[in-house]
DNA sequence: ATGCGAATTAGACACAGTCCAACTCGCTGG
DNA sequence: CCAGCGAGTTGGACTGTGTCTAATTCGCAT
């Protein structure tokens, strides 16, 4: 099965396979994420779900990024004071945000080596570790 | 001058020297800020100013917390997507975040090396790097 | 067709943070 | 000592993101 394609079927398959009992609205929530490469908050998934179902509402769309979150789907990113960007992207990779225009890009975490970092204490595990580089673009 | 410790006058000096009028509300705001060397909410600021200094309203602590970050006596710290930390250690340093106790902690920058971060394009100034190593301790 | 649990829904709610217009404070000149 | 001025402060209304809840609907198995 060709899964580079993110037909609706496809990604069913997906949300199978990471345990998510795939329905209609997660479908399209998944297909919103996935087919454009972007990082979408809440808001974004839910008027470009709306595109195309309409009438799919905010709570399903927050409980179902969640559910996606949880089940390592996509991941959060959180970088923005205001609201929360979701990551379709699970690769490893850090992030350039742009605190003048809120733009975020991913850079490619191959490459980038962290070195010095300090011994964990006992009983803690490490969840990720996230690199924001801040910039600012020439304003006009 | 000794400035190691926090009183309000040496507080109203380190104020001016960053360009900013000392009030009574924004001396008590940096004395909250410096005094517990911590991460804290601006709720938390306003319920520290307050114990002291009652009837600080919450817009000052905003405006005030605000134009300290602008003036780059204290940083804002994103982490958590419920609220902004502000953080008095302006010093090149990153972050430990415990997702399940809320709890942040500083790391030393001397001692990290991050290396392979691609070239910037022309005319993006970076603003600052952010490191946040998320953990989670063992749970209860 | 019927019944069931899971998912979805609308709308109320919680909460951080901002905005605004009125007020007050601390200073400076008379 | 008072008046006047501008900066700073204030309470309260407002905004936007995200959560909660109780009722409904959906898809599926019998």
């Known amino acids: 099965m060709d899964l580079t394609q ?9 949300l199978r396979r990471h345990g998510i009992n795939p329905t ?16 979408l ?30 089940k390592r789907l996509i991941r959060e990113v ?3 004071p205001n609201r929360v960007f979701y990551d379709p992207n699970t690769a490893p990779h850090y992030h350039l945000y742009d605190v003048r225009t809120g733009r975020l890009t991913d850079i ?5 080596r962290v070195s010095g970092l300090p011994r964990l204490p006992a009983g803690v595990v490490t969840e ?12 006009d």
Request: hydrophobic share 40%; aromatic share 6%; no cysteine.
């Open 108 to 112: 490619d975490a191959s490459g980038i």
């Open 6 to 14: 993110y037909t609706r079927d496809n990604l069913a398959e997906v």
């Open 41 to 70: 908050s809440a808001d974004q998934v839910l008027a470009s779900v709306n595109e195309r179902h309409p009438e799919t509402s905010r709570a399903t769309v927050y409980n179902t990024l969640n559910l996606f979150v949880e």
């Open 24 to 39: 209609h609205q997660r479908i399209e929530i998944a297909h919103a994420m996935y087919s454009r490469h972007e990082h």
């Open 78 to 80: 959180i970088v923005d």
């Open 128 to 139: 990720g570790m996230d690199i924001i580089l801040r910039v600012r673009s020439a304003g």
